[in-house]
């Protein structure tokens, strides 16, 4: 699988974006896909497929990497595959910790109340996720609320 995973950014990536791929040093390339398998994880926890949800993970994908739709959802499957394949969080936590400022730490569990919150209904399941993901990535208390409160707040917004 890793190999896979390795010749997708090989293929896409390491030529054409340096600063996507982290220049020539390969081990930079999977915290992508480490990222995407855990909103995966949050999407998947509460045993509902909601449109809304797969709308945001593709959004998320796009924006934080920018990319193509095409490019997303191939990242996207290959997180989905390495996802159903894993036992636990360890092995995407452990990227996301050797690659992963404080601040893209804390950006990366806004995300994943974005992907909660996407279909109006935040799911227990979804909450203790994150908050095990959070413990996992040294995210403090204080900032999984914050960033909480604040996607709450803007989804509240939009729907009103």
Not at 8 to 34: H, V
Not at 64 to 70: C, D, H, R
Not at 115 to 128: C, G, P, R, S, T
């Amino acid at each position: 699988m890793l190999n896979k995973i390795q010749n997708f950014f090989e293929k896409n990536f390491l030529s054409e974006s340096p600063a996507l791929a982290g220049g020539s040093d390969r081990s930079n390339s999977t915290p992508q896909i480490a990222l995407a398998a855990l909103i995966i994880e949050v999407a998947e926890a509460d045993y509902e497929d909601a449109p809304e949800e797969r709308d945001a993970i593709l959004n998320i994908v796009k924006n934080s990497f920018g990319l193509q739709t095409g490019k997303a959802e191939e990242i996207i499957a290959l997180a989905k595959e390495e996802h159903a394949s894993s036992t636990d969080y360890f092995q995407f936590t452990r990227l996301i910790n050797d690659s992963y400022s404080a601040q893209q730490k804390i950006d990366l569990i806004e995300n994943l109340w974005k992907i909660a919150f996407a279909d109006q209904v935040l799911d227990k399941y979804e909450e203790h996720v994150i908050r095990r993901i959070s413990d996992l990535i040294y995210v403090s208390h204080g900032d999984f609320m914050a960033t909480k409160l604040r996607v709450k707040g803007s989804i509240e917004k939009q729907s009103s």
